[in-house]
């Protein structure tokens, strides 16, 4: 980066300031007394380029406007990275009201407006940043002191900024990673406790399953027995209907079988008397009665009633097995009824029952003897079909009553079923997340290790570029110094920290800074600072450099200054552009431009004046 022009409007000391065709190689001369405006030029390159100043911090821009003014300007024309052209420049008004804008030449839009834009746009044109930039090309007019070793800026130009950001950036990643296993193990210690507190016992849905599973077989056979009971009764009653039916037919059949077997007799008996004994007395007295008769009519007469006989036994005898056949569904009835009361006895009557209550045992007897009387009967095909009816539908109903008392028990077990399997569901559903939370803090632990680790390689690594960014560091002393001392002093000691010890030819040994005079420890520092802009220039900046160094001189000799001005001609090779401010220079001092300063001017113009800038209106406060 080269300043090619610098021009402010208002601006600390400076009511109009023009500086133009600065030359690109050689040192700058700036001179003059106390308070005549020569530091005010390395404070406009430094406002331009970061929006603030050694001396005042990003916002306080209104600080610099010119005493009595309501705002102020300043523009920067400068090259970076080659032979491109920008132009930087910012307005500042006594409201707080910023505005800023970076443009190449030849562009007709900006490559960025607003302060922090056009700060983070020049930045990443240059190569460095505010911080960077005051630890080494540009010195404000302060005491040169040793640079600490953890500053910001030292670690950017030893390369160990991006380090560093990755090792905060890995200390933030352990600290989430270690809240989120913490978070993770309360969660799973918390879901622990939901399990806990859901009570979910191992044997107990497994319970409920066999007590519901016993209940339902238990309401199928009560069922079962119930409908069968009623079934028999139906098959029973139908029977018994029939029953009657056959009895009254089979008594018909019985009677006229034996009118005809008795008329067979009777009707053959005749027959024989008039074919076989037509004197006896009797056969005289029918033939007397009846003197058409025909001994043959008798005789057919007693073949059809024979016949007649024995349809109508045949027909009694059909009918007395269809009553037989009657007795079967009674017999079966019978064997359902008293099957099932002993079966399913009445609540009491069990043995169980007797034992626990012998009163509701010997309530419940008679209808236990009410029962075998008449299955007893039943069997014997005895009682009336009316009476069984009663019972049978009794029993049946006691039956199906108890069934769906099972019933309502059943549905309380299925409700509790299902709130045990909701709650078992819940439960695994929890240790489902507790596993995974648990899982999930391993692998954050896992994590926080590996960040760990690697926060121990990245420091490994800083100690180790630190090392060796100290002892490039400590050649480039080792070249300068002499140049500054006049080869009085050549060695030096750079720790870790950064403290320096000079080696001095005339003790034979390294003498602490404290120990030499106020001079030497200036030009040591000084070689220490462009130790550090040429590090810097090395690591990060494209293209040539210029150098700002205020006061830098203070406590030189003439002859030191003069020696110093001559090393700065040429020392580096790419940082060609060197302003170097004092109140005066020795005599046959050389520059490539000298500029006076004067106390009572507020203006100043080197070189031809340049057009003015385009305006640019001040943005709301704090853009």
Same mark, same amino acid.
């Given at each position: 980066?080269?300043?090619? *022009? ?10 109009? $300031? ?25 404070? %406009? ?93 540009? %010195? ?59 009570? =979910? ?51 018909? *059949? ?41 001994? &043959? ?5 007693? *073949? ?28 079966? $009835? ?57 019972? =049978? ?35 695994? *559903? ?26 121990? %390689? ?17 050649? &480039? ?47 040591? &520092?000084?070689?220490?600072?462009? #130790? ?32 110093? %001005? ?25 520059? #490539? ?12 113009? =080197? ?17």
């Amino acid at each position: 980066m080269i300043i090619k *022009a610098i021009s402010a409007n208002n601006f600390l000391k400076y009511e109009d $300031l023009q500086l133009s065709d600065l030359p690109e190689h050689g040192v700058i001369g700036v001179r003059g007394n106390n308070e005549s405006g020569k530091s005010s030029i390395g404070e %406009l390159i430094c406002y331009a380029l970061f929006g603030q100043t050694f001396a005042n911090n990003e916002g306080e821009g209104a600080k610099l406007i010119s005493w009595g003014e309501g705002e102020g300007s300043v523009k920067v024309t400068f090259t970076a990275g080659g032979d491109t052209t920008y132009e930087v420049s910012r307005v500042v008004d006594m409201d707080g009201n910023y505005a800023a804008r970076l443009d190449r030449a030849g562009d007709d839009e900006p490559l960025a407006r607003g302060c922090e834009a056009v700060t983070d746009a020049v930045a990443e044109l240059v190569g460095f940043g505010f911080d960077e930039f005051i630890e080494t090309f540009y %010195l404000a007019q302060r005491e040169i002191i040793s640079p600490h070793p953890q500053s910001a800026a030292l670690k950017s130009i030893a390369g160990l900024a991006v380090l560093e950001q990755l090792e905060d950036d890995f200390q933030e990643e352990i600290t989430a990673e270690r809240n989120a296993a913490d978070q993770a193990r309360r969660d799973s210690d918390r879901i622990e406790r939901e399990i806990q507190d859901l009570g =979910v016992r191992e044997d107990e849905l497994g319970d409920l399953e066999r007590q519901a599973e016993g209940l339902r077989k238990e309401r199928a056979e009560r069922e079962n027995a119930s409908n069968a009971l009623s079934s028999a009764m139906r098959a029973y009653r139908e029977a018994s209907e029939r029953a009657s039916a056959v009895a009254g037919q089979k008594g018909v *059949a019985g009677f006229l079988s034996f009118l005809s077997l008795v008329l067979a007799v009777v009707s053959g008996g005749v027959w024989y008397l008039l074919e076989k004994m037509p004197a006896h007395p009797v056969g005289q007295k029918i033939t007397a009665a009846v003197p058409q008769a025909q001994p &043959m009519w008798f005789l057919i007469g007693a *073949a059809v009633l024979a016949a007649l006989f024995l349809i109508f036994w045949m027909r009694s005898a059909t009918l007395k097995k269809h009553a037989g056949a009657a007795a079967a569904p009674a017999k079966e $009835l019978a064997e359902k009824l008293e099957s099932t009361h002993r079966r399913f006895p009445p609540e009491g009557a069990t043995d169980e029952g007797a034992n626990d209550d012998a009163a509701a045992g010997a309530e419940a007897a008679p209808a236990a003897e009410q029962i075998n009387a008449l299955t007893r009967r039943l069997k014997e095909f005895q009682p009336d079909p009316a009476e069984v009816e009663k019972t =049978v539908d009794q029993e049946a109903e006691r039956v199906r009553a108890a069934a769906e008392e099972k019933s309502a028990r059943i549905d309380q077990l299925d409700e509790a079923i299902g709130a045990e399997r909701a709650k078992r569901e819940q439960a695994e *559903a929890l240790q489902t997340r507790g596993r995974e939370l648990q899982q999930k803090a391993d692998a954050r632990e896992d994590e926080r290790a590996h960040r760990e680790l690697a926060i121990e %390689l990245l420091q490994g690594s800083e100690r180790h570029m630190l090392h060796r960014f100290n002892a490039e560091l400590r050649n &480039m002393v080792a070249t300068l110094l002499p140049l500054f001392t006049e080869n009085r002093y050549e060695h030096l000691q750079i720790t870790e920290d950064l403290s320096v010890r000079v080696f001095s030819n005339k003790k034979r040994d390294y003498m602490e800074l404290s120990e030499i005079s106020a001079g030497t420890q200036r030009q040591i &520092m000084l070689a220490l600072r462009l #130790a550090l802009a040429e590090q810097l220039h090395a690591l990060a900046v494209p293209g040539k450099q210029f150098l700002f160094l205020d006061e830098p001189f203070a406590f030189f000799d003439e002859d030191r200054t003069r020696e110093t %001005l001559k090393v700065f001609g040429d020392f580096h090779e790419d940082i060609t552009q060197v302003f170097v401010v004092a109140q005066h220079f020795p005599a046959g001092s050389e520059f #490539a431009l000298d500029i006076e300063c004067d106390g009572d001017e507020d203006k100043l113009v =080197v070189g031809e004046t340049p057009p003015p800038p385009a305006p640019t209106e001040p943005a709301a406060a704090g853009e």
